[in-house]
């Protein structure tokens, strides 16, 4: 590979997918790189196959539990808020359109054994979070896409990276 790009970015976390995504709005030539199979770093979701070699090494799952594709395990859950900061860049940047939420139905917190309740009465539904279709590694690759819109390359499971030549313009 003997391609110039103005940035590198390592691992495809949310974090680094949204300064690549930006980055090649920005019309900047990015290249991104990652260790995985897949997106999202630590925070990514994994389906039945993926999860069962992370955890399970060579391994694979068996037929009576379903297709992999049916699956999609979050490595970290966290629902998010609807109206918060995070919807607001997807939608300012327009990664909403690569994506697909669903509100959570609701939202109860136990403490010793008794059930708490908040009002969420603003909120239709009565939750005021939602959460990705296909889970949370979706976000990464919403921003993925768009920077491979605006020209970006992405290279997963590239597990060493063997040097950069820099050249000083």
Excluded at 34 to 56: C, E, H, V
Excluded at 118 to 141: D, M, N, T
């Amino acid at each position: 590979m003997d391609e110039e790009y103005d940035v590198i970015v390592l691992g495809t976390g949310l974090k680094e997918c949204i300064l690549s995504g930006l980055l090649s709005v920005d019309r900047l030539k990015v290249l991104h790189m990652d260790r995985n199979d897949y997106y999202g770093g630590d925070s990514t979701s994994l389906n039945l196959n993926q999860l069962w070699k992370r955890f399970k090494g060579d391994e694979t799952p068996p037929a009576s539990i379903g297709a992999s594709r049916d699956y999609n395990v979050d490595m970290v859950p966290k629902f998010m808020m609807a109206n918060g900061a995070l919807v607001r860049v997807l939608i300012h940047t327009g990664v909403t359109k690569y994506l697909s939420f669903k509100a959570v139905d609701g939202s109860y917190v136990f403490n010793k054994g008794k059930l708490y309740a908040e009002s969420v009465a603003r909120f239709q539904g009565g939750s005021p979070y939602i959460y990705p279709l296909y889970g949370l590694g979706e976000l990464p690759q919403g921003f993925a896409r768009l920077s491979a819109v605006y020209g970006g390359t992405y290279m997963l499971n590239k597990p060493e990276c063997k040097g950069f030549k820099v050249h000083n313009t």
